[in-house]
Each structure stands twice: as structure tokens, then as C-alpha cells.
């Protein structure tokens, strides 16, 4: 690989481990665990996604376990959130940006990682997702919670699987720089607006056949129900007697 982009994929990791380990000890802090707790959060958030895709590409150790920059950046930013108590409303004006530039950078060095050893474009983009949410849901799972990729919410891993497949358009173009830079623009613009718009994608009873077929159901029993009670409602009127 070049060393442009060799350079250019460790950059985007390490921000993505930084933001990422950052939210993991935020988490650990609001679950009153205690440092060693912060410190284990913060580096599994942090540096989760991108173990799971280096074993999935069997392509040499986990970057994170042969590159001393990773572990200390994971936990550099559990020593910042342990000292300094993060949060009120300039936090939550704040984080959502850095969760959305975490999201598209690791998405991004995900899809290009796993094109530069050879994959294809769909295991390239499947990576980046893998990548962008890998250690936010072994977090949740550890601290026993429904992952928050898995629905509920608002797109998060789909912003993440577009911010790859730019990657991919860009690799194959020949400009892995510049589309390192414009898939995580791409990915955190779209988890952003997801955000703002409270873009989700449709439960499984709002798009299937049965789903539809029982919203006109219950429709209709609440339109024969509201006019019985109309009905009745003018009967007992006309029966009613004066009180004097």
C-alpha cells in the first residue's frame, strides 16, 4: 500500500478510537462503574469495531494489538472524561458532531482497509459498517442493553454503509485520499441530518403485508367504533328526561 494511505487509514482510526472511547467512558461514567470499569468501556468502544474487522480480514494481528497508538489514545480519552465531568447542554451540542465524524471516519478506513487487501466492494462496505459500529455494540451488550444499531433509533449503521460504498467509488477511481475525506464527510452529514430529521428506518409491521393489513383493521374498528358511539350517543339524548 502507499504510504500516503497507509498514513491516511491510521489518522482516520485513531480519531475514531478517540471519539468512540470518549462516548464508552461517558457511558461508564452515567453506570457509575468504577476507573478500571471507564478504562475497560472506553477501550472496548473504542477499539471493538476495529478488532473485529482485522480478524475478520485475517490479514496479520489486529492493528490495535501491533500499534502502540491505539490502546493509549482509548485510553488518553477515558483519563480526559474520568477527570472532567462531561456533560450538560453544551455536551449534547457537541457530542453528536464528534459521534457523526467518528462514525463516517471509521466507515471510510474500514471500507478502504478491506479494498486494499484485495476484497471486493461488498465486503468492503459490509467492514466499514462493521468498523463504524463494531464497538458500540459489543458496549451495549456488555452492559446488558439492546444494541442501539438494532432499531429505535435514528440511521446510524446505514449512514455508515453509504459513507463506504463512496469509499469504494473513490478507491476505484484511483483517489483513496480524497475519498477517505469525502465518505467521512458523507457518513457524519447523513448521521446528522438522520438526526435532525429523525430519519429511522420502518418497524417490520409499518412495511409488511400483515403490518398493513392490521393498521386498516384496527383503522376501520375505531371508524365502526366511533360511529356506534355517535349513534348511541343521539339515542340517549333523545331519551332523556327533564330534570325539573
Known amino acids: 500500500m502507499?504510504?500516503?494511505?497507509?498514513?491516511?487509514?491510521?489518522?482516520?482510526?485513531?480519531?475514531?478510537?478517540?471519539?468512540n472511547a470518549m462516548l464508552g467512558a461517558v457511558i461508564a461514567r452515567s453506570a457509575r462503574l468504577d476507573p478500571l470499569g471507564s478504562a475497560t468501556l472506553a477501550v472496548m468502544s473504542g477499539l471493538g469495531g476495529g478488532m473485529i474487522r482485522d480478524v475478520?480480514?485475517?490479514?496479520?494481528?489486529?492493528?490495535?494489538?501491533?500499534?502502540?497508538?491505539?490502546?493509549?489514545?482509548?485510553?488518553?480519552?477515558?483519563?480526559?472524561?474520568?477527570?472532567?465531568?462531561?456533560?450538560?447542554?453544551?455536551?449534547?451540542?457537541?457530542?453528536?458532531?464528534?459521534?457523526?465524524?467518528?462514525?463516517?471516519?471509521?466507515?471510510?478506513?474500514?471500507?478502504?482497509?478491506?479494498?486494499?487487501?484485495?476484497?471486493?466492494?461488498?465486503?468492503?462496505?459490509?467492514?466499514?459498517?462493521?468498523?463504524a459500529v463494531g464497538g458500540g455494540f459489543t458496549r451495549d451488550v456488555v452492559l446488558r442493553r439492546v444494541p442501539t444499531i438494532l432499531g429505535g433509533n435514528t440511521l446510524y449503521a446505514t449512514c455508515a454503509l453509504l459513507a463506504g460504498a463512496v469509499m469504494v467509488v473513490f478507491f476505484e477511481?484511483?483517489?483513496?485520499?480524497?475519498?477517505?475525506?469525502v465518505a467521512t464527510l458523507v457518513g457524519g452529514a447523513l448521521c446528522l441530518l438522520a438526526r435532525w430529521q429523525q430519519w429511522t428506518l420502518p418497524q417490520s409491521d409499518e412495511w409488511s403485508a400483515l403490518g398493513a393489513a392490521r393498521a386498516r383493521l384496527a383503522r376501520s374498528s375505531r371508524s365502526r367504533g366511533s360511529r356506534r358511539r355517535g349513534t348511541e350517543d343521539e339515542g340517549d339524548g333523545g331519551a332523556a328526561v327533564p330534570r325539573g
Open 2 to 19: 502507499d504510504d500516503t494511505v497507509v498514513a491516511a487509514l491510521r489518522v482516520l482510526d485513531l480519531i475514531g478510537v478517540f471519539a
Open 56 to 131: 475478520l480480514l485475517q490479514h496479520g494481528p489486529p492493528v490495535a494489538l501491533t500499534d502502540y497508538a491505539y490502546v493509549p489514545t482509548a485510553l488518553a480519552a477515558a483519563f480526559v472524561v474520568y477527570l472532567v465531568k462531561i456533560e450538560g447542554p453544551i455536551w449534547d451540542r457537541v457530542w453528536p458532531y464528534i459521534d457523526a465524524l467518528a462514525l463516517g471516519c471509521w466507515a471510510a478506513a474500514g471500507a478502504q482497509k478491506a479494498l486494499a487487501v484485495g476484497l471486493g466492494w461488498l465486503p468492503a462496505v459490509l467492514l466499514g459498517a462493521v468498523t
Open 173 to 181: 477511481l484511483g483517489m483513496p485520499v480524497v475519498g477517505s475525506v
